[in-house]
């Protein structure tokens, strides 16, 4: 495992070059399901080569970015499309399986925002956060 100064290191989204990314994203006026699944399916593929290309270069971390699933947390994201994407998420889980990396998720429009209400640094202030609500009970 690669670490700096006792900080293990990784890839965050994507190569530098941006040939592969967990973050590709479409226009919104193109929001469809066909469209969705398509684009998580690829970002999910680029995962794969990236979690190889991780371990070949013994990277012990990978940050996700917010767009692994494009538009998940806006209102008019029509919750019954989550149906495929958990079972594409389902197949892809035994890929996580196989390497030894930390993966993690990096902030969206919904993450909360850290403040110092009392002068303390890193202490959470008052902001309301919008949770996400998944029930896939009203499809």
Known sequence: ??????????????????????NRRFRFTDLRQDKLLQIVEKNLSDFEELLELSNKLGLGIFRLGS?????ISHP???????????????????TLRRYNIRITMHPGQ????????????????GVKVPLLDFRLSRC
């Open 1 to 22: 495992m690669f670490e700096y100064r006792g900080f293990r290191l990784g890839f965050f989204c994507s190569t530098s070059d941006g040939k592969l990314t967990t």
């Open 110 to 125: 919904f993450s909360p925002k850290f403040t110092k209400p009392s002068g303390r640094r890193g202490i959470l202030g």
């Open 76 to 94: 008019k994201f029509n919750k019954c499309w989550l149906k495929n994407v958990e079972m594409i998420l389902k197949e892809f889980s035994p």
């Open 67 to 71: 767009y692994l699933v494009p538009f």
